[in-house]
C-alpha cells in the first residue's frame, strides 16, 4: 500500500519537476530573444537619430562649407596649373625692362587671383545642391540599413518564436517516468483495495465492499493484511 502511495507521489513531484525545468528552459531563451530584438530596435533607432543630426542648421552650414572648399580646390587646381604653363611658355627671350617683368608679374597674379574667385563662387554656387545630394545618398544608405536590419530582426523573431515553442515542450522522458510512476501507484492502490486491510487496534478487516478507502490508511494507520 505505502509503495502505491510513494509511486503516486513520485508521479506527481517529477511532473512539476519537468513543468519548473521546462518553464525555467522557456522564460531563459524568452528573455534571450527579448534582448535581441531590443538590440536591433536600439541600432535602427541610432541610425536614424544620426541621420536626423545631419540636418541641424549648424551641421548643415559646416557641412556645406566643407563641400564649397572642396569645390572650389577641385575648380581652381586645373585652372592653377594651366595658368604656369602659359606663364613659362610666354616667356620673352632676351633682355627685357624690370618694369616688363613686374608688369608680367602683377598680370599673372592678377589671373591667378580671378581664376580662385571664380573657382570659389562657382564652388559656393554648387555646394548648396552637392549638400542635398549627397544627403539624399547617405538617407537611402540609412534607409537601406534600417531595412536591412529589420529583415534581420524578424528572420531571428520566427527563428526564436520557434525555439521558444520547442523550450515549452515538457521533457519526454521526465513525462514518461511520470506516467509509469502514476499508473503503477494506481495500479497497486487498486490491487490493495481489493486484498484488503486490518485494523490493528481492533482485529476488523475492511475491504473495498464494505466500506475501505485510501483514506482510511493514511488517517488510521491501518496496514494491509497478507
Do not use: C
Request: proline fraction near 2%.
Amino acid at each position: 500500500m505505502w509503495e502505491a502511495i510513494a509511486a503516486m507521489v513520485a508521479s506527481a513531484a517529477l511532473q512539476q519537476i519537468n513543468n519548473s525545468v521546462t518553464s525555467s528552459r522557456q522564460n531563459r531563451i524568452a528573455q534571450e530573444a527579448m534582448k535581441r530584438q531590443r538590440d536591433y530596435q536600439r541600432q535602427a533607432e541610432k541610425i536614424a537619430l544620426d541621420n536626423a543630426n545631419d540636418y541641424q542648421q549648424d551641421t548643415r552650414a559646416d557641412n556645406q562649407e566643407k563641400i564649397a572648399d572642396e569645390l572650389t580646390e577641385n575648380y581652381y587646381k586645373p585652372v592653377e596649373a594651366a595658368q604656369t604653363v602659359n606663364a613659362l611658355n610666354a616667356t620673352t627671350q632676351g633682355n627685357v625692362s624690370q618694369d616688363y617683368q613686374q608688369a608680367k608679374s602683377a598680370s599673372d597674379a592678377f589671373q591667378q587671383k580671378t581664376a580662385h574667385e571664380l573657382a570659389r563662387l562657382l564652388g559656393r554656387q554648387n555646394s548648396a545642391y552637392r549638400l542635398r545630394q549627397n544627403e539624399a545618398i547617405k538617407m537611402a544608405g540609412n534607409a537601406n540599413e534600417i531595412a536591412r536590419i529589420n529583415n534581420f530582426a524578424r528572420g531571428r523573431y520566427d527563428v526564436d518564436k520557434y525555439a521558444i515553442e520547442a523550450a515549452g515542450r515538457p521533457d519526454p522522458l521526465l513525462q514518461l517516468g511520470s506516467q509509469i510512476l502514476g499508473m503503477y501507484g494506481a495500479a497497486s492502490l487498486r490491487e490493495a483495495t481489493k486484498t484488503g486491510v486490518t485494523d490493528t487496534t481492533g482485529g476488523v478487516t475492511k475491504t473495498a465492499a464494505n466500506g475501505f478507502s485510501p483514506g482510511d490508511v493514511l488517517a488510521s494507520g491501518r496496514s494491509l493484511s497478507a
